[in-house]
């Protein structure tokens, strides 16, 4: 019996109901049983699933004790995950796995019990990885594993199995089980087999999951589990996983080694109108969770906006921001694509928001074009200031340098002398010509003359609620009406993001960041402040470019 096809004809008959990301999947799938190119053997799965079945117990209540009875979802997943093998090599066809799932659907049990069965039942000398984000995660993590294994006397047997404070570990074959996080001062000399990424969404870059990949070049069938719910970073390691394999299972690019085992919701309305719904993202609903929580849930997010944004994003698998943020994920959000070439041989509204130390510099060049708003972008930050804001606010600076949206100045203050040559060289290498630049006074007096010296006309716009309320407005709305193109640019998505709209009592609004110091709203303001020249000269702008 084949736990996938019995999976997939439950879906299919409408007992079981799941989203349009997972069918599209498991429809993939169905017809790669037929491929030539691969081979199906439900044995490597199944063995791990009675493994799991036989020895693997429950540690947590109300559950503590009892066996571990896999869902039918875990078992088509393993079943699927090991069953795949290249018809030509007679190796693994997957390597890497991402489960995305809400929260309190059994993941972190299933990972121990991936984890212990890998360890048990696979080749001497191999290493296990569980990890995350965070020392705390990973740990939490690995006293699961830990846990589970002493829960059972076969597996906790000494001959078979030991702890130390670093691992877990066979005497006999000489496995191994570490953990292993963002914070880890070492990420290298490791020689994974297996490895188990758990609640990534924290994640800002991918230098946990590197680490475990860049282990794994000698190994002939590698395998990353990555297994999370949503989360409220924006352009960090999952939104680009899930980037990507969506584009996948789009069609738009073809990759046989991943696979994405989405449990996702259609649209936001179905949430709080269809509770059958609820299962598209919660496959263990009323086995694990309870219909009652959910109730619960609902209830209190009827009221209080924080709980709205917490229940739609872990409970339901829908990004959010977090709460008080200006614009939610579905309205910042827009990854339409441009190329610079095709906005050549045109006129623009520039904006530029300076800092001195540690913000980001941005600066943003605005074209209309067809009724669209496109946005150039670019930052600018301080050379060596960037490793050190790595390391203390765990934002990927050092990765956005390396793909070009951030020009470093040398020593410890941003050189707008940097920011007139990127100006400079819009309008040579592509002939995008701003008609004027919006800045603020402040701290801008050098700056401004050399720009004028370069030939820009300056318009100065002062950061006050009067002067960027209705910019800021406007800006919102445009965003709403997915009317703004800005290339996807994840810096000023995240700035997006950051941003929180400072009310006064006669309703109007100025841009603010959220409440953390590690927040840049820099682009956001950048963008605000090229609006505000657009609306001073929009008339003198629409009759040049047309």
Not at 25 to 44: A, H, Q, T
Not at 356 to 370: E, G, H, R, W
Request: charged content about 25%; overall charge neutral; aromatic content about 10%.
């Amino acid at each position: 019996m084949s736990f996938l096809l019995s999976y997939i004809d439950e879906i299919e008959s409408g007992r079981i109901i799941a989203g349009e990301e997972l069918k599209s999947v498991l429809n993939g799938l169905k017809s790669d049983l037929n491929n030539p190119r691969y081979i199906y053997d439900e044995k490597p799965g199944q063995i791990r699933i009675e493994f799991i079945e036989k020895f693997c117990k429950h540690t947590k209540s109300p559950f503590n004790g009892q066996p571990f009875i896999l869902e039918l979802w875990e078992k088509a997943l393993l079943e699927c995950a090991y069953g795949f093998k290249m018809s030509d090599t007679g190796l693994r066809r997957f390597n890497e796995v991402l489960l995305l799932i809400a929260r309190k659907n059994g993941k972190t049990t299933l990972i121990a019990g991936i984890d212990l069965s890998e360890f048990f039942l696979s080749d001497g000398g191999t290493d296990i990885v569980c990890a995350s984000n965070t020392n705390d995660q990973a740990s939490i993590l690995f006293e699961e594993i830990n846990n589970m294994r002493e829960q059972s006397k076969a597996l906790s047997n000494e001959k078979r199995s030991k702890k130390n404070i670093f691992y877990i570990y066979s005497p006999k074959n000489k496995n191994k089980i570490k953990k292993l996080s963002a914070q880890s001062r070492n990420k290298d000399g490791y020689n994974i087999e297996v490895g188990c990424i758990d609640e990534v969404h924290e994640m800002t870059d991918s230098k946990v999951y590197d680490a475990i990949k860049q282990s794994q070049s000698t190994k002939k069938e590698p395998l990353i589990f990555i297994i999370t719910t949503e989360g409220t970073t924006v352009g960090g390691f999952l939104d680009n996983k899930l980037a990507y394999v969506r584009k996948m299972i789009k069609g738009e690019i073809k990759d046989e080694r991943i696979l994405p085992w989405l449990y996702t919701q259609d649209n936001m309305d179905e949430v709080f109108r269809d509770p059958s719904s609820w299962q598209k993202s919660n496959p263990s609903i009323g086995t694990i969770k309870t219909l009652s929580y959910f109730n619960d849930i609902m209830n209190k997010a009827k009221n209080d906006l924080g709980t709205k944004v917490t229940m739609l994003c872990k409970d339901f698998n829908i990004k959010q921001i977090e709460s008080g943020s200006w614009l939610t994920f579905d309205e910042l959000n827009n990854e339409t694509r441009f190329k610079l070439d095709d906005l050549g041989e045109t006129y623009a509204v520039g904006g530029v928001d300076l800092s001195s130390t540690t913000d980001l510099t941005a600066a943003v060049l605005l074209v209309i074009k067809n009724g669209k708003k496109y946005v150039i972008p670019h930052f600018f930050m301080p050379s060596e200031l960037v490793l050190k804001r790595v390391e203390e606010d765990k934002i990927p600076y050092d990765l956005w340098v390396k793909k070009g949206y951030i020009t470093l100045t040398e020593g410890n203050q941003n050189d707008f002398s940097k920011v007139t040559e990127w100006f400079v060289s819009m309008v040579r290498e592509h002939n995008i010509r701003p008609l004027w630049i919006g800045y603020d006074p402040w701290n801008s007096q050098y700056w401004v003359k050399e720009m004028e010296d370069a030939g820009f006309t300056m318009e100065k716009i002062r950061q006050g609620i009067y002067t960027l309320s209705e910019p800021m407005k406007q800006l919102e709305g445009d965003l709403k009406n997915k009317l703004v193109i800005y290339d996807n640019n994840p810096i000023l998505k995240w700035c997006f993001a950051n941003t929180q709209a400072k009310v006064d009592l006669n309703g109007n609004i100025q841009p603010s960041k959220l409440n953390s110091k590690l927040k840049r709203i820099d682009g956001c303001v950048a963008l605000i402040i090229a609006y505000a020249v657009l609306t001073r000269y929009k008339t003198d702008y629409e009759n040049m470019i047309s």
